[in-house]
């Protein structure tokens, strides 16, 4: 018989999370002292959207017997969940004081001090972790990332000597190459930067089971799911005019656009949560077609009343950002259970927005950014779905050029304020002096003030971005003159 804690943790993979509850209950069943299985039980309840009882188990946890790094580590990652994230960071740093020999402490130490800002504290975790273990490659990325590299200060003979190993496993190339790319971005050695980045966007391409027409045939199936109808009356208990739901293409800006929200008074953000998604599968009924046909004929009571209790919180004067992009996705399904929830959509020059994602390594999720004729097929069925959605939603759907954006902050700011109908606050724009949390690809970024370098980045990389530009063009994706 394999222990409870085991069998919660295989139950939890496998997506049974109301089957592994007494398991993980069962694992800290009369212990008084922290125990990882109480990370395990905090994250289940948390996932079922019993987000108080997942904070109960933290704080009795905290208050028992001293326990493991490990278990100090999982409580750090449920408490990130639950968006305590300065308990996070303390018993991040409480766990590398505990056990500094760990090299995954000090990468996880190093992405929560970078999610709070404080960055040189990162890089330094970083060179910790790699002191200690010259093999955890994802510590070298993260370092990259952390700032602008300079010809007096990078790690690019670092990296290079990586690189060079005959031995260098395979995998290992993909965040080293990524790594290494952007420092030479950084340092303006266009030429050299994109071999590397084409080396590790084909290395991470060549691990992955991915067939982009499978996902134009789903983008095509939600248009066909989700027609234009008569916008719904507001449900019965729910104010759904407090979310504001910004999506957008990965790397579009969506993060500066959240910062700048949530500079405002009375505004927090959820981050990118999938608490929509799971709101809406959950009232799915079975015997459908197909996945889309089950979201199609939800309850929109059932989604909308799921959703709040996942995503309101306490404070219910609140307006509530939620920033996943992928919930472009679900725009249909968000127009009929929540309809007075305003949708920011971020846009960004096509050929920005593809090298932008192609330039960047994803964890699990965007699996068609790493090859160019992937790009282009995604990109123009993302563009179709979006057009698609522009007329269903007419008016109640906001654009926001990312060009625009970054060009006067100010006035699109206030424009988005407006819509949203919160009070503008001329200093919003200051991210670089907030104290928001980022736990996204744009974390460092977020750093720096208002900044528009990135615009027109691709020119840099024109003769190189030739098969990208060919392979927009022949999907009838509008480009600028002069690519």
């Given at each position: 018989m394999l222990p409870p804690d085991v069998q919660a943790y295989r139950l939890m993979r496998a997506g049974r999370l109301a089957d592994a509850l007494p398991f993980?209950?069962?694992?800290?069943?009369?212990?008084?002292?922290?125990?990882?299985?109480?990370?395990?039980?905090?994250?289940?309840?948390?996932?079922?959207?019993?987000?108080?009882?997942?904070?109960?188990?933290?704080?009795?946890?905290?208050?028992?017997?001293?326990?493991?790094?490990?278990a100090y580590d999982a409580l750090a990652h449920v408490s990130l969940l639950l968006g305590r994230h300065e308990r996070s960071n303390a018993l991040y740093r409480k766990v590398v004081e505990m056990a500094p020999g760990e090299a995954r402490f000090w990468y996880n130490f190093a992405c929560s001090e970078r999610s709070v800002g404080r960055l040189v504290q990162a890089e330094s975790a970083c060179d910790?972790?790699?002191?200690?273990?010259?093999?955890?490659?994802?510590?070298?990325?993260?370092?990259?990332?952390?700032?602008?590299?300079?010809?007096?200060?990078?790690?690019?003979?670092?990296?290079?000597?990586?690189?060079?190993?005959?031995?260098?496993?395979?995998?290992?190339?993909?965040?080293l190459g990524y790594a290494l790319a952007k420092e030479l971005d950084d340092l303006g050695r266009f030429d050299e930067a994109f071999h590397w980045f084409a080396?590790?966007?084909?290395?991470?391409?060549?691990?992955?089971?991915?067939?982009?027409?499978?996902?134009?045939?789903k983008l095509a199936r939600i248009r066909e799911v989700f027609p234009q109808e008569p916008l719904r009356n507001e449900l019965v208990g729910v104010d759904s005019s407090r979310f504001i739901f910004i999506i957008g293409l990965p790397r579009s800006g969506t993060t500066l656009l959240e910062h700048i929200l949530t500079g405002l008074t009375g505004v927090?953000?959820?981050?990118?949560?999938?608490?929509?998604?799971?709101?809406?599968?959950?009232?799915?009924?079975?015997?459908a077609e197909d996945i889309f046909s089950r979201a199609a004929q939800a309850s929109p009571q059932q989604v909308a009343r799921h959703y709040v209790r996942l995503a309101a919180g306490a404070?219910?004067?609140?307006?509530?950002?939620?920033?996943?992009?992928?919930?472009?996705?679900?725009?249909?399904?968000?127009?009929?259970?929540?309809?007075?929830a305003r949708v920011l959509l971020v846009t960004r020059e096509p050929l920005d927005s593809c090298f932008a994602m192609y330039r960047t390594l994803f964890a699990a999720a965007y699996p068609f950014?790493?090859?160019?004729?992937?790009?282009?097929?995604?990109?123009?069925?993302?563009?179709r779905l979006i057009q698609h959605w522009r007329e269903c939603f007419e008016d109640s759907l906001q654009a926001v050029s990312y060009e625009e954006l970054v060009k006067d902050p100010q006035r699109i700011g206030a424009q988005v304020a407006h819509y949203c109908g919160l009070d503008w606050k001329a200093d919003a724009i200051d991210v670089?002096?907030?104290?928001?949390?980022?736990?996204?690809?744009?974390?460092?970024?977020?750093?720096?003030?208002?900044?528009?370098?990135?615009s027109g980045r691709w020119h840099?990389?024109?003769?190189?971005?030739a098969p990208l530009i060919e392979a927009l063009r022949r999907r009838a994706v509008s480009l600028p003159a002069d690519a």
């Open positions: 993980a209950e069962q694992a800290v069943a009369g212990s008084a002292r922290c125990l990882p299985a109480h990370g395990l039980l905090a994250t289940l309840l948390l996932q079922l959207g019993r987000a108080n009882e997942a904070e109960a188990v933290v704080c009795r946890a905290l208050e028992g017997q001293p326990g493991s790094a490990d910790c972790a790699i002191a200690l273990d010259a093999t955890h490659y994802a510590s070298y990325l993260l370092r990259s990332e952390l700032r602008v590299q300079s010809s007096e200060s990078s790690h690019i003979a670092q990296l290079q000597s990586q690189l060079s190993r005959p031995d260098l496993p395979a995998p290992a190339r993909v965040p080396q590790a966007a084909g290395a991470r391409r060549r691990q992955l089971a991915y067939d982009v027409s499978v996902d134009e045939r927090r953000s959820n981050g990118e949560t999938d608490n929509f998604s799971r709101a809406l599968i959950a009232a799915a009924p079975a015997g404070a219910a004067a609140e307006k509530i950002v939620e920033k996943m992009p992928l919930n472009y996705l679900y725009l249909g399904a968000i127009r009929r259970a929540l309809p007075r950014s790493y090859d160019f004729e992937d790009l282009a097929r995604y990109y123009a069925a993302f563009a670089h002096r907030s104290a928001s949390v980022s736990l996204t690809a744009s974390a460092a970024q977020i750093r720096r003030p208002i900044y528009g370098s990135s840099h990389y024109h003769s190189h971005l």
